[in-house]
């Protein structure tokens, strides 16, 4: 069995209905982010599927110096553990050096490792002594199989419970493509799979000093994942795209969501039902 252990009564993988891992890119406001997670708790509620609230208190990694980046470290996880506190959810968010991990393990339930630092061997260390569950996304320049070697550094330092998460691979310029024989590749290293539906759709810098994006096509890479398989999606939603602080041309419009999401569950149902042969 491929499960891994998010917190007491959240497993993601097999046997295990669909887990949305999703949220605003940045931590723009509190009460912002108090409004998006309620929000977003409803729709997946009337889904029946299970939900990680994600928001990051800092992007590190912003394409321009004067880009909005989120909150100081003790604000932005004090929002988080408003999260916690008043909506009952288990949440997600970035690290981006090895000091952060301890203070953020304190309040969150999962880690994530973005793709850009998955090879950061200190990061990673210091994430897995924390005992929380990680997430990694495979960086866009690496194959799928090249992730065996993050496992391997992940479970060196104690990890157990861990994630890889699909974000798209590096295409060209200011391009990013998904190849899907990736989810079942890296699922072969033995953790559940995420497909990152909006980063996968991102256009690295494409607007000069900012990222752009073409999230029109976010809900088909998403149904194709589901075909193919995958433990968890994790989108970025936001009320308002267009007026977003960070990765807004990605973002899911929280008004669509719950029509997003029902294919893409029909089609995970469907795949679920239907043995795939395995061919000699």
Known sequence: MIRTQITDTLNIGDGQPLTLIGGPCVIESEDFTLKMAESIAKVVDRLGINYIFKSSF????????????????????????????????PV??????????????????????????CRQTDLLVAAAKTGRAINVKK???????????????LEAAGAKNLLLTERGTSFGYNALVVDFRGLPQMRQLGYPVVFDATHSVQMPGGQGNKSGGQREY?????RAAAAVGIDALFMEIHEDPASALSDGPNMIPLA???EVLRPILRV???VNETAIPVLV
Request: aromatic share 6%; net charge negative.
């Open 58 to 89: 800092d992007k590190a990694n912003r394409t321009s110096i004067d880009s909005f980046r989120g909150q100081a470290i003790d604000k932005g996880l004090k929002i988080l553990q408003r999260v916690k506190d008043e909506f009952g959810l």
């Open 218 to 222: 976010a809900p088909v890479l998403a």
């Open 139 to 153: 960086g866009q320049f690496l194959a799928p199989w090249d992730m065996k070697n993050v496992v391997k550094k």
């Open 256 to 258: 669509q969501l719950e």
């Open 92 to 117: 997600l968010t970035d690290i981006h050096e090895s000091s952060q991990a301890a203070p953020v393990a304190e309040v969150v339930d999962v880690l994530q490792i973005p793709a850009f630092l």
């Open 268 to 270: 995970r149902e469907a």
